[in-house]
Structures are given as C-alpha cells and as structure tokens.
T-cell receptor, first 113, second 115 residues
C-alpha cells in the first residue's frame, strides 16, 4: 500500500474513553505531522516529528498524546476529550521536515459525545 | 487573528472559463506560499507553490501570482474543468526568515466548476 493511511476513518467516543488514531506512511519520509481541522477553521498544526523525534508541540492540551515509534508510524492517543475536540484529524508526511509538498492521509473524523 | 485569509468561502465558474482564487496574508515574514486542493473524504494534495523571490509560477493549467507589496496571492486555473471542483487551501510559511517553519493555512475556498 502506498501513500499515507489513517485509521479509523470515523470515530465516536465518549468523554471518558481512551482511543488512539493511527497513521502509517510507506513513502520513506522522515517527517510526520498531525493536523486538526475544526468546522469553519483553518488546518492547525498539532505535532511534528522528524526522524521519530518530536520537534514541535503547538500548545496542544495534554489530553492529546502523540507517539512515533518509528519513521513509518504515528499515533495520536486520546483521553478525556471534550466535545469541542470533535474535528477532522489529518496526518501528513514529507521527505524532510518542513518540506512542504506534504502527503496527507484522508483523515479521521472524530466526534466526542 | 488569522494570518492567512481566504475571504471567499465559495466560487462557481463555468467549464472552460478562468477560475481565480484569492488569498491575503498579514505576516511580512512569510516567504513561501502554497496551494493545496482537497476533494471530499480525501486529504489535501499539494498543487503549486511560489517563493517570495518570484511573482509568478506556472504549472500547466495552474498559475500562482504573488504580489508582495499587497500581501496577496492568487491561483488561476485556465481552463477550468469539472474535475477541478474541490476546496482550495492557501498556505504560507516563514521558511527562511522565521523561527518556525510550519505552514499557516487559510480556511479554504470551495470551487465548483459547472459543465
């Protein structure tokens, strides 16, 4: 499989649940990103990893916890979310960090109830 | 306060005509600009970019124009095709001048090209 794959595509979770979003890329890229797109808002950068090291945390609440076990995989662990966290979460990768021809996944549509 | 603004949420154009999507920015440190296209249920895909040392970049039917003095860029699609119907995002970065390299996105403009 090629490109950037995100699972699940849709997720509904309660505020007390713990869930994880998964992102996988088979492009040999060294940088991976998590973005959030809320309704009627621009895409917002959440986290950046380069060669499995976190290089940016854009003031994201601690209820979002990223993990990058290797350069092909990126996770976003979720716990105790709020309804306002409902959004489209997009993963992206690039050959090197800030190499802007990002390849995005299709996203996970998250609904917090 | 938004640093990248796409003031038109939607645009409708007849097939074969020109589509012009506009983007304004406020941060004078921005020196690299990109356009992404997004179809429903898919992630954004990179379309075209321009560095601040240029005022025009062309790739097939797509041309991006940059007016630094006005802090304005535009994407021209000529001729427009129904398959161009998508949401277009403008993005900017202070790639060389700033301490952060991350992209700042606009809210997007939904383009509809009618046959």
């Amino acid at each position: 499989e090629t490109g950037v794959t995100q699972t699940p595509r849709h997720l509904v979770m309660g505020m007390t649940n713990k869930k994880s979003l998964k992102c996988e890329q088979h492009l040999g890229h060294n940088a991976m990103y998590w973005y959030k797109q809320s309704a009627k808002k621009p895409l917002e950068l959440m986290f950046v990893y380069s060669l499995e090291e976190r290089v940016e945390n854009n003031s994201v609440p601690s209820r979002f916890s990223p993990e990058c076990p290797n350069s092909s995989h990126l996770f976003l662990h979720l716990h105790t979310l709020q309804p306002e966290d409902s959004a489209l979460y997009l993963c992206a990768s690039s050959q090197e960090i800030w190499d802007y021809g990002y390849t995005f996944g299709s996203g996970t549509r998250l609904t917090v109830v | 306060d938004q640093q990248v603004k796409q003031n038109s949420p939607s645009l409708s154009v007849q097939e074969g005509r020109i589509s012009i999507l506009n983007c304004d920015y406020t941060n004078s440190m921005f020196d690299y600009f990109l356009w992404y296209k997004k179809y429903p249920a898919e992630g954004p895909t990179f379309l075209i970019s321009i560095s601040s040392i240029k005022d025009k970049n062309e790739d097939g039917r797509f041309t991006v124009f940059l007016n630094k003095s006005a802090k304005h860029l535009s994407l021209h699609i000529v001729p427009s095709q129904p398959g161009d119907s998508a949401v277009y995002f403008c993005a900017a970065s202070a790639r060389y001048g700033g301490s952060q390299g991350n992209l700042i996105f606009g809210k997007g403009t939904k383009l509809s090209v009618k046959p």
